[in-house]
T-cell receptor, first 109, second 114 residues
Framework: AQSVTQPDIHITVSEGASLELRCNYS??????LFWYVQSPGQGLQLLLK??????LVQGIKGFEAEFKRSQSSFNLRKPSVHWSDAAEYFC???????FGTGTKLQVIP | GAVVSQHPSRVICKSGTSVKIECRSL??????MFWYRQFPKQSLMLMAT?????????EQGVEKDKFLINHASLTLSTLTVTSAHPEDSSFYIC??????????FGPGTRLTVT
């Protein structure tokens, strides 16, 4: 069975600081990995995805993620956080998408 | 492109009544649609997967007689919560796929049962 763990429930960073959100997965074969962002009361927006190829994936809004098979991880990064990045972030593994429990990002001035 | 809409965005109903939520793919044909439920401060839980013209496949623990799913066309799926109770209050999100691995999510429907 596939599963996703996001160890950090809540993260607070200062505007302009770098960000890394952790994601660990469990899947028997090569996984398909996704990061989504959800603003309050809204649906999900895809930030980036990994299916195969280059393990460093670039996404929208300046986000990137790196697939590390040896660590079963797919951490999301951004070099400089903006106040508008405050939201809930979900890592997901597929096929048959399973979501992690989410990390809520708070950005302080 | 790849826009998915949901209607209504918010609905309040009385206990015992039924509520229908629509999910539409606006600019592509969705061979598969998914229905999720999200409790406050929790992740999305897949309820069911539906392919156009076929019966939905429900996840374990989801009552198919309570959550009726219809996927009658390539652009429309509906979720009907029958005989709703307060514990059915939740945020329901649909997503649609054009046959690939990527899902496009709707904005969600907030259901409150009083």
């Amino acid at each position: 069975a596939q599963s996703v763990t996001q160890p950090d429930i809540h993260i607070t960073v200062s505007e302009g600081a770098s960000l890394e959100l952790r994601c660990n997965y469990s899947y028997g074969a090569t996984p398909y990995l996704f990061w989504y962002v959800q603003s309050p009361g809204q649906g999900l927006q895809l930030l980036l995805k990994y299916f195969s190829g280059d393990t460093l994936v670039q996404g929208i809004k300046g986000f990137e993620a790196e697939f590390k098979r040896s660590q079963s991880s797919f951490n999301l990064r951004k070099p400089s956080v903006h106040w508008s990045d405050a939201a809930e972030y979900f890592c997901a593994v597929g096929p048959g998408v399973t979501f992690g429990t989410g990390t809520k990002l708070q950005v302080i001035p | 492109g790849a826009v998915v809409s949901q209607h209504p965005s918010r609905v309040i109903c009385k206990s015992g009544t039924s509520v229908k939520i629509e999910c539409r793919s606006l600019d592509f044909q969705a061979t598969t649609m998914f229905w999720y439920r999200q409790f406050p401060k929790q992740s999305l839980m897949l309820m069911a997967t539906s392919n156009e013209g076929s019966k939905a496949t429900y996840e374990q623990g989801v009552e198919k007689d309570k959550f009726l799913i219809n996927h009658a066309s390539l652009t429309l799926s509906t979720l009907t919560v029958t005989s709703a109770h307060p514990e059915d209050s939740s945020f329901y999100i649909c997503s649609a796929s054009a046959g690939g691995l990527e899902q496009y999510f709707g904005p969600g429907t907030r259901l409150t049962v009083t």
